[in-house]
């Protein structure tokens, strides 16, 4: 991949993508930014619109609408295109819609010559970053999802005002499905390199154990909760879509909660979920296995096996 332009391409221009445009423009990221959808003049007129703030910006980026032809050459291709699900309908009749409309993306993105990472950003995003997987024939490390990684800002953010610390100071992690299955391993979360339970062991009656519950039932329950409030939501996924991006462009080996295909972790294969993995220039650089319990790797299995289950359905 080139090295001296970072170039990123977005398909799907709808609330997620250009939340994330947003904030690539907004943090400078990259240098040269093609806007791709089926809608051509939605297109153009958010690249327009984005052109016009560059000015406040500080920043140099060459914002236009394209097509998939634009894709060569990219570091990156972002993936924000989907369907909705309809009134009535199945969530396999949903993914199987899904796997077609990315199916008409990712065959022409890779006929392009692009040579870069898919992130991929649709829901279910574990189960579209197989798909796309699959249908691009990339190694896996080229292709990943946003995975758990706006869950774990998320549990973060609620840790660090329970324990009154910098969220930054806060290690800990959601990890498996991007859905109802996924969970916070406990035996893994650290307040800068205390166990959070040591720090329930210590802390008398000040922090109790059934407050983590509590936290990360809402984190799992976020998403509906803004949903309900706002009917959508798009700025968090947008921010870590481009925390990842940073990650990659940079060459940075940031360890992130992204969505990638397992090769044996855990004893897992053949399925991509949210789990820490080492992320730079070429994608996942490698999965950071952790130390989990008997009970914490049966979670972990269950939502492996969920995901499995509905990818044995889907006709590629």
Not at 21 to 50: F, H, P, S, T, W
Not at 190 to 211: N, V, W
Not at 268 to 290: D, F, M, S, Y
Request: glycine share 8%.
């Amino acid at each position: 991949m080139k090295t001296d332009n970072r170039k990123v391409a977005l398909v799907g221009a709808g609330l997620v993508g250009m939340s994330y445009a947003y904030a690539m423009l907004n943090q400078n990221i990259c240098d040269e930014l093609v806007l791709i959808d089926i809608d051509r003049q939605r297109a153009e007129g958010e690249a327009m619109d984005l052109n016009h703030g560059l000015a406040f910006s500080g920043s140099n980026m060459k914002i236009y609408a394209g097509d998939y032809a634009d894709c060569a050459g990219a570091d990156i291709v972002a993936l924000c295109a989907g369907v909705a699900q309809k009134p009535g309908e199945s969530r396999i009749a949903l993914l199987q819609r899904n796997a077609e409309v990315f199916r008409s993306i990712v065959e022409p993105v890779r006929d392009s010559g692009f040579q870069g990472v898919f992130l991929v950003a649709t829901n279910p995003v574990d189960i579209m970053t197989r798909i796309t997987q699959l249908l691009s024939g990339f190694e896996s490390s080229r292709v990943l999802g946003t995975g758990t990684a706006l869950d774990t800002a998320r549990l973060r953010y609620l840790l660090g005002q329970y324990f009154s610390v910098d969220p930054r100071n806060v290690h800990a992690y959601v990890i498996g499905e991007h859905g109802d299955s996924e969970f916070v391993p406990w035996s893994q979360a650290l307040i800068a390199t205390k166990p959070i339970l040591t720090i329930f062991e210590q802390g008398g009656s000040r922090y109790r154990r059934e407050d983590m519950e509590q936290i990360s039932t809402e984190v799992r329950d976020a998403a509906q909760k803004i949903i309900s409030a706002k009917k959508a939501t798009y700025y968090g996924i947008g921010m870590a879509m481009a925390r990842i991006s940073r990650a990659i462009l940079g060459d940075e080996h940031s360890v992130l909660t992204v969505s990638s295909l397992l090769q044996g972790e855990y004893g897992l294969r053949e399925v991509c979920l949210g789990a820490p993995c080492v992320v730079g220039r070429e994608g996942v650089k490698a999965a950071v296995t952790l130390s989990l319990t008997p009970p914490e790797v049966s979670q972990l299995y269950h939502s492996a096996d969920l995901l499995l289950e509905a990818l044995r359905d889907i006709q590629l």
